[in-house]
């Protein structure tokens, strides 16, 4: 093998801080020097006690207070979200109570102790002043770790800022990376990457949500219609995030081709069957064969009837009379047979199967039955209800009673019940039977037996 097949693993330079025993010596002294001045300094004991004592004095006003202030809030007729975020917002009386002290500690320490160093109980002052803004800002974050680990970075940078440290931070964290040939990717490059695909990613999150309320108020739209347009903006969104987040990043996407196509080829292989249900939700949409609010039946899915509830990127979510949930992969509506009770017309015919015995009219059975039929709560006047004598049965004129109703996924079975009693009770107003299943037996009555005449047989006599 050629010399210029193999890789340019000098254009790839790991670059770490110079770390050696005379700088180890050299940070060692001069920190444990600090340290004494520090221990031996009473104008550095004086604002760090201050800084204690506020400590412990805003957490006990927050042991005691907390729990009145929680049962205040509960007693508010006030919605949810602002029910958690005024709960949430208590713990900040730690802070709040501490933030409070030191303001005041500031006022009156140096007419005590004019040498002391005010700027420790100021610094501790501006980071507990960070942090409870950055906390009340936070709150408009419903995931809690998500709030939490915002509300942290934010106050570590706030902190990093406040004690001037910042730019000596970006350096340390610059230091450390790798160049791929003109491209450097280091800590702070990473650091950027995270926060700037967040911020994309929740701004997506906020513009997805605004959009989807939108479409749903839009009642010129068929509800296939929202449901497509909801999920080509959902996706459009996150593609355009992740390029703007990638160019935030500095990220040069030409040194990273050959990965990114390996990567490519690694995640379509891995996610086939997400692109499969993906493209066959669009598919449903595009053709308008299952809709939201249709009653359909799988066969091959547990024979699982109901209406459709939601149509999503991956599977659809039905919902059963007992209100149990399906959540079916999309895949399955396109390769399997469904039945669509409501595709071009949510009317459906019921059938009612009964009998009645051979001594009643059944001109007058076929126009009672009718008329019950008519009188049911859910049986729609067009098409009108017909009855039907479909067979003479061992012991029962049978007849079919068909009826239409327009909202199948009320159930089925209930209109069926609600039938058969008015049946039951116009058949009884009017002296017509129902017969119980019977059968005729015919006993045929032997011929008399001939008895023959048998003559009795001599005993013998014994022998002489």
């Known amino acids: 093998m050629s010399n210029d097949n193999k890789p340019a693993l000098d254009d790839i330079n790991l670059d770490l801080p110079e770390i050696s025993l005379e700088n180890t010596k050299e940070l060692a002294t001069s920190f444990y020097g600090n340290i004494q001045n520090i221990l031996y300094d009473i104008n550095y004991w004086i604002p760090l006690l201050i800084i204690f004592f506020a400590l412990v004095l805003g957490s006990l006003v927050r ?29 900040l009386l730690f802070p709040l109570v501490a933030l ?11 007419s005590f102790f004019p040498d002391v160093k005010i ?18 800002l936070a709150q408009i974050i419903q995931n809690n770790f998500i709030r939490q680990s915002v509300a942290m970075f934010c106050w570590i940078v706030a902190a990093l800022s406040i004690l001037g440290v910042m730019p000596e931070t970006t350096m340390a964290l ?40 939108s479409l749903q108020r839009a ?12 999920k080509i903006i959902k996706v459009s969104l996150v593609g355009l ?42 598919l449903l949409l595009i053709d308008k064969s299952i809709k939201p609010g249709d009653v359909i039946e799988m066969r091959d899915n547990n024979g699982a009837f109901g209406w459709v509830n939601q149509l999503g990127a991956r599977y659809v979510s039905i ?17 399997q047979p469904v039945i669509n009770w409501s595709f071009t ?5 019921v059938e009612t199967k009964f009998g009645v015995d051979y001594a009643s009219d059944p001109h007058q059975v076929r126009q009672i039955a009718i008329e019950v039929a008519a009188k049911a709560k859910r049986v729609v006047e067009e098409p009108k209800p017909v009855c039907h004598l479909v067979e003479f049965g061992d012991s029962s004129l049978n007849f079919v009673l068909r009826y239409w109703i327009e909202d199948a996924e009320n159930g089925v079975t209930n209109t069926k019940g609600e039938i058969m009693l008015g049946l039951w009770d116009a058949f009884k107003a009017a002296g017509i039977e129902i017969p119980f299943p019977h059968r005729v037996l015919i006993e045929k009555t032997p011929s008399p037996a001939k008895v023959s005449k048998s003559k009795t047989p001599r005993p013998k006599q014994p022998k002489a």
């Open 63 to 91: 042991t005691f207070i907390r729990p009145t202030l929680m049962s205040v809030i509960d007693r508010l007729n006030i919605s949810y979200r602002i029910n958690r975020m005024l709960k949430n917002s208590t713990k």
């Open 100 to 110: 409070i002290i030191l303001g005041l500690s500031q006022i009156i320490t140096p």
């Open 119 to 136: 700027i420790i109980l100021a610094a501790a002052s501006k980071l507990l002043f960070a942090w409870i803004i950055i906390r009340l």
């Open 174 to 213: 610059n230091a450390v990376g790798m160049d791929f040939g003109e491209y450097r990717f280091s800590l702070l490059t990473l650091v950027k990457i995270i926060v700037a695909f967040f911020i994309l990613w929740t701004l997506t999150r906020i513009l997805a949500s605004s959009a989807e309320r």
């Open 219 to 230: 009642t010129d739209l068929t509800p296939s219609a929202r449901v497509l347009l909801i």
């Open 241 to 282: 995030a992740i390029l703007i987040g990638v160019t935030m990043s500095g990220i040069d996407l030409s040194a990273l081709a050959i990965f990114g196509g390996a990567l490519g080829l690694g995640i379509g292989f891995g996610l086939q069957k997400v692109i499969s249900n993906l493209f066959s939700g669009m």
């Open 319 to 335: 919902i059963t009379r007992d209100n149990k949930e399906y959540l079916i992969p999309n895949e399955d509506f396109i390769t």
């Open 345 to 349: 017309d949510k009317k459906i015919r």
